[in-house]
DNA sequence: GGGCAATCTTGTCAGTGTCAAGTTGTGGAA
DNA sequence: TTCCACAACTTGACACTGACAAGATTGCCC
């Protein structure tokens, strides 16, 4: 509290945007984007009930939004990514730290599918992909390239969202749950 | 329009529960969950507002009950499974042909999850997952059975999600995506 | 210093979920 | 057949929400 939060809230927040993403993100986090209020964010950051609406102009917007900084962090980390397990490794533990942003990305029915930003993000999200796909040497990807790339997807996705919804609690119990992955993409790709 | 829809709109509907239901269905499978409003299914029904509320209690008992239905639908189908690559089969073709269900079934905070159909229901189809994984051959599934579960089915799920929110539309194209899942799955395990 | 645009507030409207209380119809017991 | 208890549905109300319009405040740039 020391440079934060003046005795007397002012009229300029300073950084409202970034303030309601973030209150946005918990909620999403705890309760789902239906447990989304844009007047309850406003409540969490001591502003009027308006003021989000002027930097996200809707709900949809904020969650674009949302969507899109996601795609942004997901391809960051999908391109540092040594190989394709490595990829799918890092996909998981994305999932796992974002779970917020990661439920948006993929529910296209609370987006604005034509939002600039959004598209960008995400064609660099699927670029990132591709490239970890590409890497594997031919012999280990099986006939088709745009299958195997399909199949690390699924495999990674599905995982990743079976898990956020503890249905795979029992199976994955206390190991980690990049590690189990590890191995399941590792039935998937022979070699590795 | 032989039996149904009397001229007059009588006191009791004859059928309202499988009425709101079905056109909650419609609109999920529209809109998405968030797109579905109580009020709204009462118009469709032609009966007042609060009607629905009277055979689901309430939002989450609709979605609830939704998504208990749809774990039967979905264990019911897997229990007529052939072999774990046909299972995976029927997962994404129920997945296609029961979007709405399928959804809702994997949006825990929309769903009341003490209820006891929703927790039968869904374990009746986690044992016709579990049976159709023990029919593979020890050989064919690698070191550990729960994990070989837990790749099958993280690959399907993924596939069909990816698909339903039309991520796949390109690497997809003309074919039936269930031939395609044939091929994933059998990249996932050698034999088939 | 003056104006201007971004930021935020206030007020309002239609729509929603949920609850409480009343109304209508149905099926079963007497 | 009569009647009554209960299920199905209606009506009315309240608090909450997203969205819009119009006004107030403030920082910034010329």
């Known amino acids: 509290m020391s440079t934060t939060k003046p005795t007397k809230s002012p009229y300029h927040h300073g950084d409202l ?23 309850d964010l406003a409540r969490r950051a001591g502003v009027s009930h308006a003021a989000p609406a002027h930097h996200f102009k809707d709900r949809t917007g ?20 040594v190989d394709l397990k490595d990829a ?7 999932a796992r730290e974002h779970p917020a942003h990661f439920q948006v990305m993929f529910a296209p029915e ?11 993000a995400r064609a660099l999200a699927s670029e990132a992909l591709g490239g970890a796909v590409s890497a594997v ?6 006939p088709d ?4 790339g399909v199949a690390a997807w699924s495999l990674a996705h599905g995982f990743a969202t079976l898990l956020l919804g503890h249905n795979l609690d029992g199976a994955v119990g206390e190991r980690e749950p990049e590690e189990v992955f590890r191995v399941l993409a590792g039935m998937l790709f022979r070699s590795g």
């Open 17 to 39: 945007r970034r303030a309601v993403l973030t209150a946005a993100l918990d909620v999403i986090a705890a309760d789902g984007p239906s447990g989304l209020s844009l007047r």
């Open 110 to 120: 609370l987006l604005r599918e034509g939002d600039l930003e959004l598209t960008t």
């Open 62 to 81: 904020l969650l674009t939004a949302i969507a899109a900084e996601g795609f942004g962090l997901l391809a960051a980390t999908i391109a540092e990514a």
């Open 137 to 142: 040497p031919p012999e280990g990807r099986g």
């Open 145 to 148: 390239a745009r299958l195997a």
């Open 88 to 94: 799918g490794v890092r996909y998981v533990r994305f």
